[in-house]
Nanobody, 122 residues
Framework: VQLQACGGGLVQAGGSLRLSCAASGRTFSSYGMGWLRQAPGKEREFVAA????????YYADSVKGRFTISRDNAKNTVYLQMNSLKPEDTAVYFCAADDAWGKIIATMATHWGKGTQVTVSS
């Protein structure tokens, strides 16, 4: 599966952004999907994941209550709605896919897309 993320940009603290990740290839609905991020000088970290049918979601504590992950299997797309953004959310955001969505949570996903930059100004 090939992944292409978009929707990043510059936003003020307290603002919102929605990231999208379009997947190409077969059987999108068989993959767990997720988002991870990497800030300058830091390791890549898990943000959110969703099961293949959308019935299960999981979030990092740092984004819980502010970010929402969702997917549309008919459009082969996964989304990350980010509200109440903080300067510490500034990072390159990557979408990822794996048969086992637990591997996404462990930052060990098999498939990765190119990142999209999110910058939150104070």
């Amino acid at each position: 599966v090939q992944l292409q993320a978009c929707g990043g940009g510059l936003v003020q603290a307290g603002g919102s952004l929605r990231l999208s990740c379009a997947a190409s290839g077969r059987t999108f609905s068989s993959y767990g999907m997720g988002w991870l991020r990497q800030a300058p000088g830091k390791e890549r970290e898990f943000v959110a994941a969703i099961s293949n049918n959308g019935g299960g979601t999981y979030y990092a504590d740092s984004v819980k209550g502010r970010f929402t992950i969702s997917r549309d299997n008919a459009k082969n797309t996964v989304y990350l709605q980010m509200n109440s953004l903080k300067p510490e959310d500034t990072a390159v955001y990557f979408c990822a896919a794996d048969d086992a969505w637990g591997k996404i949570i462990a930052t060990m996903a098999t498939h990765w897309g190119k990142g999209t930059q999110v910058t939150v100004s104070s």
